[in-house]
């Protein structure tokens, strides 16, 4: 597949690196300093699907351009979600394709499905307090990261309230060049209960993303990595 990379900081790299690997073709790399040339029709004819990844700032109108020109996007940028519902509307009204998630590691969706089961059952357990932390590099821009935010939703959501984590009250630490780290906690007078994730490079983001995409094309409607993986 052809696949235009929107952002082309260190993820966007990783992401070119794993489409070459791959067999796929790059044929757009666009950042801020020529969005403005290569953001258009012409350059788009014959792309097959657009990977984002940039700043909360930005996406929003680079995910809109590219449904506007009728090219699948996926996104994992983050920090930008009170506009999601604005997107997802888009994409239905324009019939096109749109993947969406907070972190495309698969390893990191195994521990939202963790996270989800684990908020059920501590429900019915008070004496546990509920704590979240991650750890990022330190050129990520949003704190608390997009993927701790969806752990703190997803866990509220799951124990229906009863289980909860403000977005305040996350504990989000920047660190060097550390990829990625997230940790659920459940502390009580007797014992401490802890799952977490660490990853060890980029890659696995970019893996999960360009396997994602790949699944994308052909495909339309409003998609996240539960569709992709289903289960």
Known sequence: MRVAIIGYGKMGHEIEKVLVERGH???????????AEMMTPERFEGVDVAIEFTSPATAYDNIADCLRMGVPVLSGSTGWMERKAE????CG????????????????????????????????????????????????????????????EEMRVASEGRVSVAKDDII??????????????YDSEED???VSHSAKSRRGLALGAVLAAEWLVGRKGVFSMDDFLAI
Do not use: C
Request: hydrophobic share 40%.
């Open 25 to 35: 073709t790059v044929a757009l790399t666009i950042d801020v300093n020529n969005r």
């Open 87 to 90: 997107i997802d509307a888009l």
């Open 93 to 152: 009204e324009l019939g096109g394709a749109f993947f969406y998630s907070s972190n495309y590691s698969l390893g990191v969706n195994v521990l939202f499905r963790l996270n989800r089961w684990l908020a059920k059952v501590m429900a019915n357990l008070p004496q546990y307090s509920p704590k979240i932390e991650e750890t990022h590099h330190i050129h990520k821009l949003d704190a608390p990261s997009g993927t701790a935010a969806t752990l703190a």
């Open 172 to 185: 989000s630490y920047r660190e060097g060049e550390v990829p990625g780290i997230h940790t659920i906690t």
């Open 192 to 194: 401490v209960l802890s």
